[in-house]
Structures are given as C-alpha cells and as structure tokens.
C-alpha cells in the first residue's frame, strides 16, 4: 500500500503549488531527500468533479444558496465516495496526493457553527463506507487578509467562503482541528509557514516532510 498525503489551508494559501512542489521533489530528490525511490503518484482534489455530490457542491459554491447543513452533507458524501471509488484503488499502485480532504470539511463546517465531534463521526474512518485517515497531512498556514490579497490578485472571483470575517474564522478553528485530530486518532500533521515566498514555503515544507519519508 502506498502513502496518501493530503494539503489543507485556508483559500489562497497556495495547497496546489506545494503539492505539485512536492511531487517534483518526489520523483527528482531535492535537499532533504533523494528522488525516484517513493513510486508513481495519482494527484486529485476536493470537492472533487467525480461525483454527483462533488459537481453540486463545485454548482453551489458558486452561489449563496447553500446551508451549513447541506453543505456537509455534501462534502462528506463526496468524500466517503471518492475514498472508496478512486483513493483506495489507487493506493494500491500509487501514491495519492490530494488538495483538500477531511480537514477543509471540519474547519470550515465549524466556523458556520457545526460541533466538531458530530463532523468526525461522519466520516466514519477506518469503515467500508468512510473516509481515510491520511498518511500526511500538510496544513499551509497563511494570515486570512494575506490569503484573500492572494485571491484578488490572481483576479479571481471571490466564493461563498471567500470573506475576510469567515476566513478568520476558519483559520481559528482549522488550528483547533489539528489538535483534536493530533489528539484523536494520532496522525501525522506538518504546518508549515505559508507566508513567504513560494521557493521558501517550499524549502520549509520539503524539510518537515523528510522525517516522515
């Protein structure tokens, strides 16, 4: 069985550009770790466009028409499914990296007011029909105001989520779910500085993430 590393962070703290970084150090080696020796990688993402339940979420996001409660169903329903259909195959082949997973879902469902420990049970890891504990999880951690200058600049129109109020709130208790998760069910969680440059955000992510190769 191979790894399954996920990258989490608020909007605009630059998940895809890590894990793309990531992967080239991979296959190439870089600094901290010699390439060529972890084997073929399969990348995807959150909400996904594999499932009905993604398409709706990616349709709603789009909008302001969408509840709290609707929105975790979806998502969660997106994710069991894309676990069970696409993660777990893969990772009998490949390595899985992921943009979002879990962590995006208890954060951000949070910050709308959901109890944290009724979002765990959901996704009943570790079960046929839940989701999966990642091997590595890697949180970009990035100032809301900086991420969301991020997001203007690119020229990108703002979502549902994408507001300066809600992105505090999402990165308070995107901390806290890291350390009930730590806590939970023990597993593997890199933060690393997202506010710098994209070189170093790199360098620093590669460094932490030796240990765990």
């Known amino acids: 069985m191979k790894k399954f590393f996920t990258f989490e962070g608020i909007d605009g703290s ?4 890590q894990l793309l970084a990531f992967v080239h150090a991979l296959k190439n080696g870089c600094t901290y770790f010699k390439g060529n020796k972890h084997g073929p990688m399969w990348l995807t993402r959150e909400p996904t466009k594999l499932t009905w339940y993604g398409e709706e979420i990616c349709r709603l996001l789009k909008t302001e028409h969408v509840s709290a ?6 998502f969660v329903a997106d994710r069991i499914e894309h676990t069970k259909k696409h993660i777990v195959p893969e990772l009998k082949r490949n390595n899985v990296l992921s943009s979002r997973y879990d962590l995006s879902t208890l954060a951000f ?12 049970a959901l996704h009943n890891y ?7 504990i990642p091997d590595i999880t890697f949180v970009l951690d990035l100032p809301p105001k900086v991420a969301l200058q991020r ?4 020229g990108d129109k703002r979502e549902y989520f994408e507001k300066d109020s809600f992105q505090e709130k999402v990165a308070k208790a995107q901390r806290f779910c890291i350390d009930k998760l730590r806590a ?13 440059t994209i ?3 790199t360098d620093e992510l590669l460094r932490k993430a030796a240990p765990h190769l």
Do not use: C, H, S, W
């Open 126 to 132: 570790g079960k046929r029909d839940g989701a999966r």
């Open 151 to 154: 997001i203007d600049k690119r």
């Open 184 to 196: 939970l069910d023990g597993r593997t969680i890199v933060v690393v500085n997202a506010n710098q």
């Open 69 to 74: 409660e609707d929105a975790t169903k979806l």
């Open 14 to 17: 630059g998940k895809e550009a």
């Open 109 to 120: 469902q949070m910050a709308q007011g959901a109890d944290f420990d009724e979002l765990y």
């Open 199 to 201: 070189p170093e955000v």
